[in-house]
């Protein structure tokens, strides 16, 4: 029988695809480190630094929201825990503030920036967060005279473009575990800008981008610093937030619909111990039970993953954790599952992409129909939730191929299977093919041009939901017709898995009323359930 939580859980992902968040602000509180024994340490000429007489630094960092709030902000995020951890090691003063959070505003963010003053504001920035992060770094600007800083996907994929913006002073490409530190400890020695890697800065206008990153041993980073978070925020109970942890970074693997391999373009593992030690710790200061592991693809070494379950059962911990983006469906025996169910997995999400074997192997899906059936058929025999993930529309495909995947999901037993249209990310093969091979839905260059800070709010949501380019042998209509019938289905059937064929039904019929969805996902939030 499948605990209450699981149960929970399981309703949340099923019943609530889409949340609402409204934007907001974290105030961080007005702590100051003493100003004594910093040096007037940064050079004015060229770059203009703000009258910084710190060898410290203050460094604020921002999560902006996205436009369409799918995601509620349940956990605190990985990226600014990692950035935080690498700052402070080295003396500098950071604070966090989560856009995301619907309890603050806009005003509390310019409150903390008179309060605070940092020396350098921070922001990630992904596909669609663009409106409120040039709002907020427009505040910075009007209030402060702090650097601005830009990184995280979006950056990493158009660095020009985002380097060019006058709003922004510097830019990091990817990782920045040790060209961050590497830029506050150089203090404005302008000449020795050009040394850090995958840093894109400014002289007389004159745009630079250093492309080269640092190899380093991902071991060697500091564990996430979560104490940046006001985790109350997030879940009252902060034991029962399900902490986010990344055990490899990218995959080796080049589907050509995915931005993966452009935004992290190598691949690489941290050790198991390594990994469990970062579990070990979190559960102790936190008591924390539960994990997501966010991984691009979690278990490429069959033999690594094994180790991690080894090393997990071995520390005694007493944890629930789930894989949530992608599990790597060749690694996927029955003697893994089993172990992972051991050391205390209880849901794993598989990429399947398209049943139809054409599909994908155009796609370079890595693997094949018969490894991605045993994979969904082992995990459920160890007694593992599974999630399944469909893009709906991929090069080859027709309405007749995508409805075969609503016959897969039932045959393997998929618990949650979950379907997209497909979506062109910039940089990608996909992205190429459409513009020989399909017709466009939308104007691409635009849509890529919402780096630029005047169109940014030109670029509908809707683009994620509604096709984006069609095919003599797949239209528009068909496409949408498709991928209503493949998510009807879906949550049918996942609903039926969940309350039985009897309830099940009449649960899918008061799940389609937005305000019933709305006050399930409260009272099963008050359960502690997500
Ligand atoms: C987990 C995840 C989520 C989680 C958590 C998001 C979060 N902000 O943390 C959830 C489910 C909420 C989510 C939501 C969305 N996501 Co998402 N997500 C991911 C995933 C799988 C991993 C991200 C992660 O945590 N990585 C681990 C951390 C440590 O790595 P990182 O973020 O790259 O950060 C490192 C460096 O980049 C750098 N860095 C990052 N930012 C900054 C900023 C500064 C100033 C500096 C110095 C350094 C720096 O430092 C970090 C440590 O090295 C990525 C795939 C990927 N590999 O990137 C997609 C991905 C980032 N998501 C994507 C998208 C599109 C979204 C949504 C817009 C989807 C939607 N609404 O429908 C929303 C946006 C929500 C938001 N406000 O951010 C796209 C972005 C594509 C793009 N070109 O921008 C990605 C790349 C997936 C894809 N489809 O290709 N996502
Ligand atoms: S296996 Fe997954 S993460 Fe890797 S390239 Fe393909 S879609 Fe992207």
């Not at 691949?267 to 111990?273: E, F, T, V």
């Not at 509908?460 to 528009?476: A, C, N, R």
Request: hydrophobic residues 40%.
């Amino acid at each position: 029988m499948r605990g209450l939580s699981t149960l929970l859980n399981f309703a949340n992902c099923v019943l609530f695809r889409s949340y609402n968040t409204s934007c907001g602000a974290y105030f961080i509180g007005n702590l100051r480190i003493s100003t004594e024994n910093r040096n007037n340490c940064f050079h004015q000429k060229v770059l203009k630094w703000p009258n910084i007489s710190f060898l410290k630094m203050k460094v604020l960092l921002v999560q902006p929201t996205d436009k369409t709030s799918n995601y509620s902000p349940k956990r605190p995020v990985l990226w600014a825990a990692y950035v935080s951890a690498t700052l402070k090691k080295e003396g500098h003063d950071v604070k966090f503030f989560d856009c995301r959070l619907k309890e603050f505003n806009d005003a509390e963010f310019k409150e903390l920036l008179k309060s605070y003053k940092p020396d350098f504001v921070c922001f990630s920035i992904v596909a669609l967060t663009h409106d409120c992060t040039f709002r907020y770094m427009k505040y910075v600007r009007e209030l402060l005279d702090a650097k601005i800083i830009a990184g995280g996907p979006e950056v990493t994929t158009f660095p020009e473009d985002f380097l060019k913006l006058k709003l922004i002073n510097f830019i990091f490409i990817g990782a920045a575990d040790i060209s961050f530190p590497k830029f506050l400890r150089l203090n404005g020695k302008n000449e020795e800008l050009q040394g850090i890697g995958g840093f894109g800065y400014k002289e007389n206008d004159k745009i630079h981008i250093n492309k080269k990153a640092e190899v380093y041993n991902i071991d060697d980073v500091p564990f996430p610093d979560w104490d940046i978070f006001t985790l109350s925020s997030y879940k009252k109970n902060v034991s029962r937030i399900e902490f986010p942890i990344q055990s490899a970074r990218g995959c080796p693997h080049n589907c050509i619909f995915c931005s993966v391999p452009s935004i992290v373009p190598s691949y690489r593992m941290r050790s198991a111990k390594n990994v469990v030690d970062e579990l070990e710790l979190i559960h102790k200061k936190y008591g924390t039970k539960k994990f997501q592991f966010q991984d691009d693809n979690f278990g490429m070494s069959k033999q690594r993953t094994l180790e991690i379950c080894d090393e997990i059962i071995k520390s005694g911990l007493k944890i629930k954790w789930s894989v949530a983006q992608g599990f790597t469906a060749q690694s996927g025996s029955y003697e893994v599952f089993k172990k992972m169910k051991e050391a205390g997995c209880t849901t794993v999400g598989i990429g399947v992409e398209s049943t139809d074997p054409e599909v994908l192997k155009f796609v370079r899906k890595p693997a094949s129909l018969q490894q991605l059936k045993d994979a969904f058929i082992n995990a459920k025999k160890a007694g593992i939730t599974t999630k399944g993930f469909f893009i709906v529309g991929l090069p080859g495909s027709t309405y007749e191929k995508e409805m075969k995947n609503i016959d897969f999901f039932k045959e393997v037993k998929i618990d949650i299977p979950r379907f997209g249209n497909v979506m062109t990310y910039p940089k990608t093969e996909l992205m190429d093919w459409v513009k020989k091979n399909a017709k466009s839905l939308i104007d691409f260059d635009e849509a890529r041009n919402v780096t630029s800070e005047n169109v940014a709010s030109s670029v509908d949501t809707d683009m994620l939901i509604k096709p984006v380019f069609e095919t003599d042998d797949f239209s528009s209509e068909d496409r949408m017709k498709a991928f209503n019938k493949c998510n009807e289905e879906a949550e049918k059937w996942a609903l039926n898995n969940l309350f039985g064929k009897f309830v099940g039904p009449v649960a899918y019929k008061f799940s389609r009323v937005k305000f019933i969805r709305d006050i399930g996902e409260k009272v099963l939030d008050l359960m502690g359930g997500i």
